[in-house]
């Protein structure tokens, strides 16, 4: 057995043990506790440790722009091609895929599987792209849906500056662009993680060392199995991944990469689950509506149930397809052939529905033939 293989099959034995564990843990403060430690204490710590081991330069301050150029596409292609398969623009459910399906969030379904599969270096790469995908999720994301509230009910656009500043700061005060932040200035004075005091370097890498199985674990504890559900979200996120493909694609094949490790990051990146800072800002516009004693009778700016059933469906679909690539990682590193993947995706997505459409058509014209026949017959 390969390397990758056995490492992928740990890695899944532990997502197992996870599953087995969801009996015991039942309540929602449970989950949320052990997220709490994942993203404010072990994640951090992985992040420090991987900055700390290497030298930033200048050329990568590109990676939060590209990051911030795929939620951009990934929100253009979302408005303009669903449509053509049956996503009405301008309602509750349009609205909701177009917060969701750009956004990323690697710490629970990228990050642990980075640092195992290409090491601390670009585990410290994907960490500063993240940054582009955070102005995305806070910032760009929330605007976006203040202004359809304020456009579905009709109201005078107010300024958000305050709402905005008060993102920024919560941006900054995250642990994770804290220990970014902290990390960069360390470095901008020579200072890496040998220089620490032994006691501080010894206490971050054992918080790093909780990470991946936290988060394997953690994988395992919150993943649903609702198969209705699962059926008709599938198909969006095998839209999404398909896209995405194509995006990592035309990137690897049109600026050249130090490493197929960097190929492998550029692939696997974009494919993090969804956010929940939309969602977050989609209940917040839900609290608007409930203060309006009209909301009964105007339409929903966004649908919550369906934001969070992609939320839950997200993190195992896309923890499935990052442990395929990693595991059969020379496959990916040719352009040629991740564009053929995104691709196949599209086509899994497309198929279907033109099916359910031809289906449809061919109903719509026997019921007119039969009718035809019916006045026919009255005819003669």
């Known amino acids: 057995m390969s390397i990758a293989l056995h490492k992928t099959f740990s890695l899944l034995l532990l997502i197992v043990i996870g599953v087995l564990l969801k009996r015991k843990i039942l309540k929602e403060d449970h989950k949320n506790g052990l997220k709490m430690i994942i993203l404010d204490l072990a994640l951090p710590a992985m992040i420090f440790v991987a900055l700390l081991q290497i030298e930033v330069n200048q050329d990568l301050l590109i990676l939060p722009i590209l990051a911030l150029l795929f939620n951009g596409l990934m929100l253009l292609a979302t ?29 629970l379904s990228c990050f642990p599987f980075i640092v195992e599969f290409l090491g601390d270096e670009y585990l410290a790469w994907a960490a500063l792209a993240d940054i582009g995908n955070k102005v995305f999720v806070l910032i760009i994301a929330y605007l976006l849906a203040t202004a359809w509230f304020y456009k579905i009910n009709q109201l005078p656009v107010n300024s958000n500056w305050g709402k905005i500043k008060g993102l920024l700061i919560a941006m900054v005060r995250e ?47 919150a993943v649903v199995f609702n198969w209705s559900q699962i059926k008709m979200i599938w198909s969006i ?3 999404r991944a398909g896209i995405t493909f194509l995006f990592s694609g035309l990137l690897i094949a049109l600026i050249p990469m130090p490493s197929e490790a960097a190929v492998i990051l550029a692939i696997v990146f974009p494919l993090s689950a969804c956010s929940f800072w939309p969602f977050a800002h989609m209940s917040a516009v839900k609290g608007m509506e409930s203060l309006d004693e009209d909301a009964e009778k105007k339409e929903p700016t966004f649908d919550l ?8 469906i997200s993190l195992p679909f896309s923890t499935i397809l990052i442990l395929g690539i990693l595991s059969s990682a020379s496959y990916f590193i040719h352009p040629y052939r991740v564009l053929m993947t995104g691709g196949v995706f599209l086509l ?10 031809f289906n449809t058509k061919e109903i719509s014209t026997l019921g007119f033939s039969e009718t035809k026949v019916k006045d026919s017959t009255i005819n003669d």
């Open 79 to 107: 408005r303009y091609l669903l449509p053509f398969f049956g996503v009405e623009n301008n309602t509750p459910t349009m609205r909701t895929l177009l917060l969701l399906l750009p956004s990323l969030a690697p710490g």
């Open 348 to 357: 899994a997505f497309i198929i279907p529905k033109l099916i359910q459409v």
């Open 237 to 239: 996120l095998m839209f």
């Open 175 to 221: 642990p994770i662009n804290m220990v970014i932040l902290t990390a960069l200035l360390l470095l901008s004075f020579g200072i890496n993680l040998q220089a620490l005091p032994p006691f501080l370097s010894e206490s971050v890498l054992m918080l790093k060392n909780m990470m991946t199985p936290l988060v394997l674990l953690y994988i395992g504890i």
């Open 305 to 312: 149930a369906l934001g969070i059933n992609v939320l839950a």
